[in-house]
């Protein structure tokens, strides 16, 4: 049994409660795959974090909260029709990339 489990009382889990309890990526990871959490409120609850700290500590200069949103209920769907064997171990966990770095798009 799992103590995040059954938080409302409908099967889904607290996200804020569960961040705040969480100790590695892999743990979310593993929610994720479980489908105890949903890699869109994942993704939703990064994006709050992000737009309610940047505008002080400046962190990201450019973001695709849209594209990762729109990622997010993808994985979602995977999830959901049980198409786990193609995910990586991190799948759904959102993770930033420098902005430094070049990249594709």
């Not at 990526?25 to 994942?42: D, T, Y």
């Not at 909260?65 to 049980?82: H, L, T, V």
């Not at 966990?93 to 902005?99: A, C, E, I, W």
Request: hydrophobic residues 40%.
């Amino acid at each position: 049994s799992n103590r995040f489990r059954d938080l409302f009382g409908d099967g889904r889990v607290n996200i804020g409660q569960f961040y705040a309890e969480l100790v590695t990526l892999v743990q979310l990871a593993k929610a994720i795959r479980s489908r105890q959490i949903s890699p869109v409120e994942v993704m939703d609850h990064t994006i709050r974090q992000i737009e309610t700290h940047n505008p002080v500590l400046n962190a990201f200069v450019l973001t695709y909260f849209e594209e990762a949103r729109q990622r997010a209920k993808e994985i979602e769907s995977q999830i959901m029709a049980r198409q786990e064997g193609q995910f990586g171990t991190l799948t759904g966990v959102p993770l930033t990339v420098k902005d430094s770095l070049h990249v594709a798009g």
